[in-house]
T-cell receptor
Framework: RKEVEQDPGPFNVPEGATVAFNCTYS??????FFWYRQDCRKEPKLLMS???SGNEDGRFTAQLNRASQYISLLIRDSKLSDSATYLC????????????FGKGTMLLVSP | NAGVTQTPKFQVLKTGQSMTLQCAQD?????MSWYRQDPGMGLRLIHY???????DQGEVPNGYNVSRSTTEDFPLRLLSAAPSQTSVYFC????????????FGSGTRLTVV
């Protein structure tokens, strides 16, 4: 089983739609969880951390289910500028910051 | 602040050539790392460093060397380039506090012919 698995997509949605991405991870001892965003031919950038109680940042909501080893990202009221690849990222260990990246889910928002 | 600066942005090498990819950060981050990104493979960790003088291997270290003589710089050396090393290389830095807030450089697109 791959360490971090994501549906590669692409997810094609119209502006204003709500879209959700899921991610599963294999290491039950993983410590921290994140969503990164990567625009075409650009570097990844941190979108948001994912907390056990769930957290929201504007139109973005992240959820973590440790029992099922499952992470989700919900985007409400999609904008054209949300078009990007969303990377699910897991920090396996405490201490040093080595991260494990999923392969990403591509989102395309159309007018 | 410039953040993480990578040079060059593009490079074409012939098989067997060596080169160094440069990475510098001005945020006084202790943790630095190198990733490669290939289509369908995601980001894979090559080498990382938790501070000056300390380096360790990641998932795909073969064919690459690193050193960390200062906090600011973390160069990646390709010893004898192979076509399999054609990739996009990203350098990243962060505080070693587990926050996951890596700052990435803009990447180096390397083609080995």
């Amino acid at each position: 089983r791959k360490e971090v698995e994501q549906d590669p997509g692409p997810f094609n949605v119209p502006e204003g739609a709500t879209v959700a991405f899921n991610c599963t991870y294999s290491n039950s001892a993983s410590q921290s969880f994140f969503w990164y965003r990567q625009d075409c031919r650009k570097e990844p950038k941190l979108l948001m951390s994912v907390y056990s109680s769930g957290n929201e940042d504007g139109r973005f909501t992240a959820q973590l289910n440790r029992a099922s080893q499952y992470i989700s990202l919900l985007i409400r009221d999609s904008k054209l500028s949300d078009s990007a690849t969303y990377l699910c990222v897991v920090k396996p260990n405490s201490g040093y910051s080595t991260l494990t990246f999923g392969k990403g889910t591509m989102l395309l928002v159309s007018p | 602040n410039a953040g993480v600066t990578q040079t060059p942005k593009f490079q074409v090498l012939k098989t067997g050539q060596s080169m160094t990819l440069q990475c510098a950060q001005d945020m006084n981050h202790e943790y630095m790392s190198w990733y490669r990104q290939d289509p369908g493979m995601g980001l894979r960790l090559i080498h990382y460093s938790v501070g000056a003088g300390i380096t360790d291997q990641g998932e795909v270290p073969n064919g690459y060397n690193v050193s960390r003589s200062t906090t600011e710089d973390f160069p990646l050396r390709l010893l004898s380039a192979a076509p399999s090393q054609t990739s996009v290389y990203f350098c990243a830095s962060s505080y070693p506090d587990g926050s996951g807030a890596h700052t990435f450089g803009s990447g180096t697109r390397l083609t080995v012919v």
